[in-house]
């Protein structure tokens, strides 16, 4: 091939849309993280940090955006209607493999619909109560139930959320009839209890700062074993209930994603996870750090549609909402 050959060649190739050039102009703009929970609870404090510190790594601004409602949802749905080019990407509660089991007519389908891009965290779960509650245990609790069915409310992040699900299947397995009583998110939650509307609350470590404050009383948490920071609370597997949940969360975008984009986020906030402000955070939490790859996260997406089908069926919450 003579020089002028070659060089018309060079020419037409640097024409091509090749996916590695595409891959490196990304960002060129600010990204939204749909939080699906409201300002101010302990998830919107995880992202705002994680988002701070990936910012840095992407060199665009990461933007956080509460979208609560939907048991958690709602955030998802509105980024599996944005455009699959990374811009718009969004948390991926645990609720969202179950709540379609749990719908008559489901708005999306969590392994066809999205691109998993990295599973980040869990919470820690508690049951908590007033400080004046007559309830000092587990014990107290499920008692005064059996004797007055139905009368005992507790609140939750949602219906469909994992502190709503753990609830109904220790009551389930206590014996009891509890009132659920649902709301949008930590904050709307711990003022309500915390003003006398409900008796009980069952949510992420939102109500940490009021059990430390002496204004509520944690009768158990819902994890595998005893947390870091409060040792002397039991499980509920512990206390017979054989009741466990870390509910992992990540991140995800619309199906049709590049591969490429998807390799720069994940990168980006798997980065911004070994971040000292973000790793003090999930330890002021008491949040697991729960890391899984977009492939592994993709096998967990599949699999925990399956099981939470299972669960649906088995507390006879299947086509309730």
């Known amino acids: 091939m003579d020089r002028r050959a070659l060089l018309t060649a060079a020419g037409a190739a640097a024409l091509l849309p090749h996916p590695l050039l595409r891959a490196q102009a990304f960002p060129g703009r600010p990204i939204a993280v749909y939080c699906a929970f409201p300002a101010g609870g302990p998830t919107d404090q995880f992202f705002r940090t994680l988002a701070e510190s990936a910012s840095k790594v992407l060199g665009q601004s990461v933007i956080v955006e509460n979208k609560p409602g939907a048991g958690g949802t709602l955030a998802p749905i509105a980024a599996r209607n944005a ?24 708005q999306f389908d969590p392994v ?4 998993y891009i990295i599973n980040l965290t869990g ?15 587990v014990k107290d609790y499920v008692d005064d139930a059996r004797r007055n069915p139905g009368k005992i409310d507790y609140g939750s992040t949602g219906t469909g959320t994992t502190p709503h699900l753990v609830m109904e299947e220790f ?23 915390l003003g006398g509307h409900i008796q009980s609350a069952s949510d992420s470590t939102g109500w940490a700062p009021h059990v430390e ?18 040792p002397d609370v039991p499980t509920l597997t512990e206390l017979g209930y054989d009741t466990v949940s870390e509910s992992p969360f990540g991140l995800a975008g619309p199906a049709g994603m590049d591969p490429a984009v998807v390799r720069t986020l994940h990168d980006a906030f798997r980065k911004a996870l070994d971040d000292p402000k973000v790793l003090a955070l999930l330890d002021r939490l008491d949040q697991p750090l729960v890391y899984m790859s977009s492939d592994d996260y993709s096998k967990f997406a599949r699999q925990t549609y399956e099981t939470e089908k299972a669960t649906v069926e088995r507390l006879g919450l299947k086509g309730t909402m």
Do not use: E, N
Request: charged share 20%; glycine share 8%; net charge positive.
């Open 171 to 193: 009551a389930q397995k206590a014996g009891i009839k509890l009132t659920h009583v649902p709301y949008k998110g930590s904050a709307d939650l711990m003022a309500s209890i």
């Open 123 to 137: 919470y820690t779960f508690g049951l908590v109560v007033p400080a004046d509650s007559p309830w000092k245990t």
């Open 83 to 106: 455009k699959p080019d990374g811009y718009v990407v969004s948390q991926m509660p645990l609720g969202v493999f179950r709540i379609p089991h749990m719908q008559k007519s489901p």
């Open 112 to 115: 066809k619909d999205f691109t």
């Open 213 to 230: 404050a002496g204004k509520l009383r944690l009768l158990a948490t819902f994890g595998p074993k005893r947390t870091k920071r409060w």
